[in-house]
């Protein structure tokens, strides 16, 4: 089952300007991760944002987080053509049991930064 | 760095076969994971382990198995392969939170 839908599915921007992807979801969460994948490859993390917080900072990576709506965004400020790629949102299962580090992943959304 | 290794990048089997993907991490991590990626319907996970010997169904198990007989190794087993198994296949290990991919093996049943 799907907990996380990404918005935009495709993103298209030039290098230098900011990325924002957002990401809904639909049960409540202990943390929510974000994830990159190039084109075929694995997927690599990126950051980890707890149910506590509202905002985290990693580099040129900023992630929000709001409860209330279940919905988090991902800026990525002063793109470059490295950062094309896609990029997932993952949620940890309900509490109430142990999860053993499962994630339900979105669809992703495909940044594209022209140069 | 954690590694995590997967046997093959590319394989192509053909329908009936049974086909074996194996997937090594170094860190020692509890966890382990199988997905599969197929355009349009993002990473859907097929089983997991938390232990040795120790495994899960995932929300789409049918027509896989896995072995994990030894911690660091884990195996995804397509027992008669189907042209519908035709995917990208990603393994994952994890200690808590966070999740550390291989590089996927695309697979291709003809």
């Known amino acids: 089952s799907q907990q996380g839908e990404e918005d935009p599915q495709a993103l298209s921007i030039q290098e230098g300007e900011n990325a924002t992807m957002n990401c809904s979801y639909k049960t409540s969460i202990n943390n929510l991760q974000w994830y990159r994948q190039n084109s075929g490859r694995g997927l690599v993390h990126l950051i980890l944002i707890r149910s506590n917080e509202r905002e985290k900072h990693s580099g040129r990576l900023r992630v929000t987080l709001d409860t209330s709506k279940k919905s988090s965004s991902l800026l990525i400020t002063a793109s470059r053509a490295a950062d094309t790629a896609s990029y997932f949102c993952?949620?940890?299962?309900?509490?109430?049991?142990?999860?053993?580090?499962?994630?339900?992943f979105g669809q992703g959304t495909i940044l594209t930064v022209h140069p | 760095d954690v590694k995590v290794t997967q046997s093959s990048r590319y394989l192509v089997k053909r329908t009936g076969e049974k086909v074996f993907l194996e997937c090594v991490q170094d860190m020692d991590h509890e966890n382990m994971f199988w997905y599969r990626q197929d355009p349009g319907l993002g990473l859907r996970l097929i089983y997991f382990?938390?232990?040795?010997?120790?495994?899960e169904k995932g929300d789409i198990p049918e027509g896989y198995s896995v072995s994990r007989e030894k911690k660091e190794r884990f195996s995804l087993i397509l027992e008669s392969a189907s042209t519908n198994q035709t995917s990208m296949y990603l393994c994952a290990s994890s200690l808590w939170d966070e999740q550390y991919f291989g590089p996927g093996t695309r697979l291709t049943v003809t």
């Open positions: 993952a949620t940890d299962p309900p509490s109430g049991g142990t999860s053993y580090g499962k994630l339900t």
């Open positions: 382990s938390y232990d040795v010997k120790m495994k």
